[in-house]
């Protein structure tokens, strides 16, 4: 069983910055496809990023150009930096792993999910 534990969230004020972290266990870290979704008060949950095994990435495209994916297989570590924050990046942060490798922007594709990070821009 593969557990995620997400960290570096907080309150910002827009337009600064912050950097999520998710910490996976298991030894087959980089194997994993991961991502980062957000969910919102009273909205669904949202695709943000992912990388793949192999370090591709994709964004959504409301946070291309302002968020960048990494990761850090030695660490068993993804990362969110985000800059430029807007209010309306306000929600939970999930980190999500998923065993194909293979990245995905749906719910769907991954199969392990931490209990999220609390993200909050003031205007």
């Known amino acids: 069983q593969v557990q995620l534990v997400e960290s570096g969230g907080g309150l910002v004020q827009a337009g600064g910055s912050l950097r999520l972290s998710c910490a996976a266990s298991g030894r087959t870290f980089s194997n994993y496809a991961m991502g980062w979704f957000r969910q919102a008060p009273g909205k669904e949950r949202e695709f943000v990023a992912t990388i793949s095994s192999g370090y591709s990435t994709m964004y959504a495209d409301s946070v291309k150009g302002r968020f960048t994916i990494s990761r850090d297989n030695a660490k068993n570590t993804v990362y969110l930096q985000m800059n430029s924050l807007k209010p309306e990046d306000t929600a939970i942060y999930y980190c999500?792993?998923?065993?194909?490798?293979?990245?995905?922007?749906?719910?769907?594709?991954?199969?392990?999910w931490g209990q999220g990070t609390q993200v909050t821009v003031s205007s």
């Open positions: 999500a792993g998923g065993n194909t490798g293979v990245f995905s922007s749906r719910l769907y594709g991954y199969d392990y």
